[in-house]
């Protein structure tokens, strides 16, 4: 009788201390995602934003700093895919001088990812100021690449317009969470 009483007590307790973990959890979880939401709600594209961040399981428990250094890796990603894209873009077309400026938008975009190492290692040392320069630096870099592209009138495909268009949204993004530190 007094073990049954025993077992019954803990599995109440048990039962209680799961629950209360499960709710504890839910409410981590949601107030993770307020933040993220939060903090990619001032950019002007907020869904580019909390897409970048949730390919990042990292986001989940990532403070201000932590999220900003999510968006300047999803940046610097893709500014290493475009950089390939532009070498693939480049050796596929024989006008010399559209080569060769495809060839400088390949290296301008493995620039911009020099700058946003460094836009890491500021944001890391609290140098915020210092942080925006680098990735401002560095989307001049991408937007010298686009502009160059459609002056040449050179046809680019749909997903590589498309994520040169992420990219200037992250940007963006990256740039007004560090400005609200
Ligand atoms: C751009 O590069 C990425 C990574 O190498 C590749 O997956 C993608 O297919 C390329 N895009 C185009 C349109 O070639
Ligand atoms: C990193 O950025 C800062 C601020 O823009 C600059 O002073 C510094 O020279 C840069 N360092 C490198 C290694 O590019
Ligand atoms: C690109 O196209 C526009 C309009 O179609 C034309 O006016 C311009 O001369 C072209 N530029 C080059 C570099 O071919």
Not at 33 to 41: A, D, G
Not at 52 to 61: A, H, I, N
Not at 139 to 149: G, I
Not at 154 to 162: F, S
Request: with cysteine; proline share 2%.
């Amino acid at each position: 009788m007094g073990i049954h009483l025993h077992l019954s007590h803990l599995g109440l307790l048990l039962l209680l201390l799961i629950s209360f973990n499960h709710a504890g959890r839910q409410k981590l979880v949601s107030a993770d995602e307020t933040l993220i939401r939060v903090q990619c709600n001032n950019a002007d594209v907020p869904p580019t934003c909390v897409r970048c961040l949730e390919s990042d399981p990292q986001s989940q428990s990532a403070d201000k700093v932590g999220i900003a250094a999510i968006v300047i890796t999803c940046l610097s990603d893709k500014a290493g895919t475009l950089s390939g894209n532009m070498s693939a873009l480049a050796s596929a077309v024989h006008e010399k001088e559209v080569k060769s400026m495809l060839q400088s938008c390949e290296k301008w975009l493995s620039v911009a990812m020099t700058r946003l190492a460094n836009a890491t290692r500021m944001l890391e040392a609290g140098e915020y100021d210092g942080t925006n320069e680098n990735v401002v630096a560095a989307l001049v870099r991408e937007l010298d690449c686009r502009q160059n592209v459609e002056a040449h009138n050179v046809t680019v495909p749909d997903g590589v317009v498309y994520d040169m268009r992420v990219y200037e949204e992250l940007s963006e993004a990256a740039l007004r969470i560090v400005d609200r530190f």
